[in-house]
């Protein structure tokens, strides 16, 4: 059965129209982090995908690795239609200077400005012990850790992807999924800063209208994030986030 985890594209589209995407992500201590969360944009549809970073090493070594990236070393004048911030701890010296944006996805150090950010629908990843940083406890089992999430979106004001072993997505309106697909070989250093990239992307290209279109989106990220490592695992073991990063492309065509 056909998924569409791919907006599909008609005659007229262009690499404006199908969505555009900014990553702020990587550190010198961090740096696999910018290609990791760069390429897993790549991969969820959108057109045109931008890196910022004020380090110019990190920015050849995405344009070196990619070279269909547009790099750049500031913020300003950038217009996006997906923000991606916070994978690989990047200092964020522009965090109240974001250009707008319709979606933004912050992970890791990016997460506390949830609500600071400037976009119309920001969406947070954490695991179990970012929730606890963020001042959250996380309730045990499916119910409880269903529960929390839903507790952390109404608090914030955002989709919260609460990671770990079934993955739940609550929106701020009290809507919750879990993902179900997911199995322990992601727990692997490098697969949410994959995952995170493929959220913005995806989110750029489908250009959800509702926290509940929103949410449809970000678990379509999940879902092929999941079978993608689902299908390395069955040629490779043990896998790693490359791995996954590499099996993603096949499965988007489902």
Same mark, same amino acid.
């Given at each position: 059965?056909?998924?569409?985890?791919?907006?599909? !594209? /008609?005659?007229?589209?262009?690499?404006?129209?199908?969505?555009?995407?900014?990553?702020?992500?990587?550190?010198? $201590? @961090?740096?696999?982090?910018?290609?990791? *969360?760069?390429?897993?944009? &790549? &991969?969820?549809?959108?057109?045109?995908?931008?890196?910022?970073?004020?380090?110019?090493?990190? &920015? /050849?070594?995405?344009?070196?690795?990619?070279? %269909?990236?547009?790099?750049?070393?500031?913020?300003?004048?950038?217009?996006? %239609?997906?923000?991606?911030?916070?994978?690989?701890?990047?200092?964020? +010296?522009?965090?109240? /200077?974001?250009? &707008?944006?319709?979606? =933004?996805? !912050? $992970?890791?150090?990016?997460?506390?400005?949830?609500?600071?950010?400037?976009?119309? @629908?920001?969406?947070?990843?954490?695991?179990?012990?970012?929730?606890?940083?963020?001042? @959250?406890?996380?309730?045990?089992? %499916?119910?409880?850790?269903?529960?929390? =999430?839903?507790?952390?979106?109404?608090?914030?004001? *955002?989709?919260?992807?609460?990671?770990? #072993? #079934?993955?739940?997505? =609550?929106? +701020?309106?009290? !809507?919750?999924?879990? %993902?179900?697909?997911?199995?322990?070989?992601?727990a692997t250093a490098g697969t949410g800063d994959v995952l995170a990239?493929?959220?913005?992307?995806?989110?750029?290209?489908?250009? +959800?209208?509702?926290?509940?279109?929103?949410?449809?989106?970000?678990?379509? =990220?999940?879902?092929? #994030?999941?079978?993608?490592?689902?299908?390395?695992?069955?040629?490779? /073991? +043990?896998?790693?986030?490359? $791995?996954?990063?590499?099996?993603?492309?096949?499965?988007?065509?489902?």
């Amino acid at each position: 059965m056909k998924k569409n985890f791919l907006r599909k !594209l /008609n005659k007229y589209s262009h690499k404006y129209s199908h969505g555009t995407v900014a990553v702020i992500a990587g550190s010198l $201590d @961090f740096a696999g982090a910018s290609l990791l *969360c760069v390429g897993g944009a &790549r &991969r969820g549809g959108s057109g045109y995908i931008n890196y910022v970073h004020e380090e110019e090493s990190l &920015r /050849n070594l995405v344009v070196s690795t990619y070279p %269909d990236v547009v790099t750049r070393e500031k913020v300003r004048g950038i217009k996006v %239609d997906a923000w991606v911030i916070g994978p690989g701890s990047p200092k964020l +010296p522009w965090r109240f /200077n974001i250009p &707008r944006a319709k979606y =933004a996805v !912050l $992970d890791a150090s990016a997460m506390k400005y949830a609500r600071r950010i400037n976009a119309e @629908f920001v969406v947070i990843s954490p695991h179990e012990g970012e929730a606890r940083k963020l001042g @959250f406890v996380i309730g045990e089992g %499916d119910e409880g850790r269903e529960q929390s =999430a839903r507790e952390m979106a109404e608090a914030l004001g *955002c989709v919260v992807v609460l990671k770990g #072993h #079934h993955t739940v997505v =609550a929106s +701020p309106e009290g !809507l919750a999924v879990i %993902d179900e697909l997911a199995g322990p070989e992601l727990a692997t250093a490098g697969t949410g800063d994959v995952l995170a990239g493929l959220m913005g992307s995806m989110l750029a290209s489908w250009k +959800p209208e509702s926290y509940q279109e929103v949410v449809v989106v970000i678990f379509k =990220a999940i879902s092929a #994030h999941a079978l993608a490592a689902t299908a390395a695992a069955a040629e490779i /073991n +043990p896998i790693t986030s490359s $791995d996954v990063l590499k099996y993603l492309p096949i499965v988007m065509k489902q």
